[in-house]
């Protein structure tokens, strides 16, 4: 897409708007009277549509929300296998776990998590800790290890975290199109609830979004089959790649499509009661309507898609020396500028009247529409502009906390006097938030999944790690209702995972209120000794949740190089940070030994329990 200006210097377009038939007719002496008439009982109309649209989309949010009710009362769960789902991955099995011996083949679809982190620290351990006690899929780290000395602030490691990811996409052996991918910031995101709740949540908001899609832009007949040789009516767009949701539009100008262009939320336009986005400045009453490049989901060939584009204008139109937010905010407003204005081109008159009409009545969905500077643009031929980018508006999957903050509580959903408190300090809240979501309620207990299988301490069944007594210390059962869960009360909705982006001091001043803080060193333990069997590594191709893919690998991370590191060797020296228990080094806790897994790799080395 070609731009008038550099991004820093952008002028303002001739968008000339022409006058509406029907004034030129009002300006006649003899029509004036029965076209005012006119003009007065259609604006009546349009204000009582809105009001009732209004109505509409308020019910329409609340019935939609798992906690959207008048009283405390369960709510009815939503049909999370319905007929028009796919699921991309097959459903979970009760399988045992361990590390793929070499040759397994796997049929299914696999499941990665991409993490980008040039080097460890006590905050990309908490991200690895997080995922580890929820059964995620051992996480690939991109770029760990590499060094950059560009000219840019960030010496350019943005732009080799956005190459980074798109080779680790474009190379076969590793993934398949058909995969899904999760990615997300290295140094400050933290899991919430299990990889089974994320992909659920991702197929509902899908189609929930395709949906709206179709409503807003309608269909078009299309070829379908391997030859194109079948046409059928298909809608316009589809949505598969969600992204964060953020208050504020940053780095990019106001003026750029990835600021003025963006659809508005789904969330109600009171949700914070009257002063909802008119907090432009500071951002803490605007509802999320823009993209956060820190948490991205979607298929591997279509994730892939973006970042082909996202290093062609890194590394041939230099668009990266902001960082890759600013390049994939661009493209997700170059996407949306021209649906908007392809849907505008063909529309008749009187869409085009009634759209006018609907901006001057400040009721317009369109933000082409509103009266705001939109950056000048001109399609370059050729270019794909079309990526099925969407965000996660309600916060069910990511929740971006820049200035969102105050819009969260740690609920323990079964202590009902703290709830009176919370609704005191938050008067504007439009739906119950004390009601567990049922996708939570369902799920397995919240210790089940840092060892989803054998349990047993045989060390026949290749646990190499021994139990203590003293250190391995949980409860016998742990229910999701006692436990304090992050949950954002505007929305309302508890986070697969929270990203601390913004304001950094939750990064230290929450850590403590996540649920599986107090168990945390036991909790890796326990996941480390999960079994390390052939049968657990066949399961992969059965499609079982704790086998994401062929890999396997329980307590450590693949590196982008397919090299295997312990947690041990990770995560050396950030125990006091991260587990905060006083219980010491890592495998030095009850003295110094050395453990190595199935494999011969190292998992607790002696050597570490004796150095500073």
Known sequence: MAFRGSFDGITEPNRGHKTPAFLSMARSRRSRTPTCIAIAVIVLLVIGWKSSEKLSTKSSYQASHP??????????????????????????????????????????PSFHLLVPATESNANLCKTLMSSFVLAYPPPTLINYGKEFHGDN????????????????????????????????????VWFQLPPVIMIKRYHQLINEANDRLRRRYGTELKKTGKEKAATEMAPRYTQTVVFGADKLCWPNPPSDPACAAVP?????KDVYGPLTDADSAEGHMNRPRFLNSGTIMGSVKDVRAIYEVAVEKVEKENRGIIGDQFVFAEIFGEQEYQREIQRQSQQGAGGRWYEWLSNALGGSDSPLSANQTIKNMTVVPGRRYEFGIGLDYESKMFQIMTHSVNDLAFVTYNDSASFPPLLEKHPNLKANPFALPVDVQLAHGPLWYSSPGNHSLDQKNGILLPHSDKLDILPEQLDWFELPLATNL???????????????????????????????????????????????????????????????GKGGVWTDNGIWMSWGEVCKKTEEEVFQDGKGRWGNEEGSRKVTNFFGTVLIDEEDGGED
């Not at 993934?175 to 400050?188: F, N, P, R, S």
């Not at 990064?507 to 649920?515: A, C, E, G, Q």
Request: proline share 8%; no cysteine.
């Open 490 to 552: 505007y929305s309302p909705s508890v986070p697969s995972l929270l990203h601390i982006n913004g304001e950094k001091s939750p990064l230290t001043d929450w850590w403590p209120s996540m649920w599986y803080h107090p168990y945390s060193r036991a909790l890796v333990r326990r996941y480390i000794r999960s079994t390390q069997t052939r049968k657990a590594a066949q399961a992969a191709d059965a499609g079982g949740q704790t086998w994401w893919d062929k890999r396997g």
């Open 67 to 108: 906690f959207a009710a008048t009283s405390l009362l369960p709510y009815a769960p939503p049909n999370f296998h319905s007929e028009v789902e796919s699921p991309l991955l097959a459903q979970p099995t009760k399988i045992d776990n361990g590390t793929a011996p070499m040759g397994l083949q796997k049929t299914n």
């Open 153 to 188: 602030w960030d010496k350019g490691s943005h732009a080799g975290k956005i190459r980074g990811v798109y080779d680790y996409l474009s190379d076969k052996k590793k993934v398949a199109d058909e995969d899904v991918v999760l990615i997300v910031d290295g140094y400050d």
């Open 264 to 268: 508005y939320s789904t969330l109600p």
